[in-house]
């Protein structure tokens, strides 16, 4: 077993201190389960919350390693939500999925910091692997330094 399978495992295993918190944002409950139902083997700990200022509350006071975050919610959009990241300082990867098919809006996603953009619902299997590629990437950078 090379660096990077025991990499892999220990991202996906059941030790509490190897858990990656995952914070998931979307006003549509059937998405949100279906991401978790999608996740929930992969060793995330994993949090929702419907609206933008939930998520803000959310990222207030608590820890995450990557959010999950909708374009449009019902009180802010989630491009504010960004900004608010941003301003605030939050040391949080972000990936935007979206129903949103305009390509203006992935480019905006990216520019205000998101480091990827995933169109819901047709793409949720891809939701899945850039979670686990970016917590597998966030581990081998800890295991870097």
């Known amino acids: 077993m090379n660096r990077l399978d025991k990499m892999h495992l220990s991202v996906f295993s059941d030790e509490p201190s190897q858990l990656h918190r995952l914070l998931i944002v979307d006003d549509e409950p059937r998405i949100r389960l279906s991401i978790r139902n999608m996740l ?3 060793g995330l700990e994993i949090s929702e919350c419907e609206t ?3 998520a803000i509350t959310a990222l207030e006071t608590q820890e995450f390693d990557l959010v999950l975050l909708d374009i449009n919610l019902p009180d802010i959009s989630g491009l504010e939500v960004m900004e608010w990241i941003s301003a605030s300082k939050i040391q949080v990867s972000v990936i935007f999925v ?3 098919d305009s390509i203006d809006s992935a480019i905006l996603a990216l520019r205000k910091g998101a480091v990827e953009f995933v169109r819901k619902p047709h793409e949720l299997e891809e939701i899945k692997h850039k979670s686990e590629t970016f917590c597998i990437v966030v581990v081998w950078n800890e295991a870097m330094l």
Request: with cysteine; net charge negative.
């Open 52 to 54: 933008g200022c939930g």
């Open 40 to 42: 929930d083997e992969s």
């Open 98 to 100: 979206s129903a949103d």
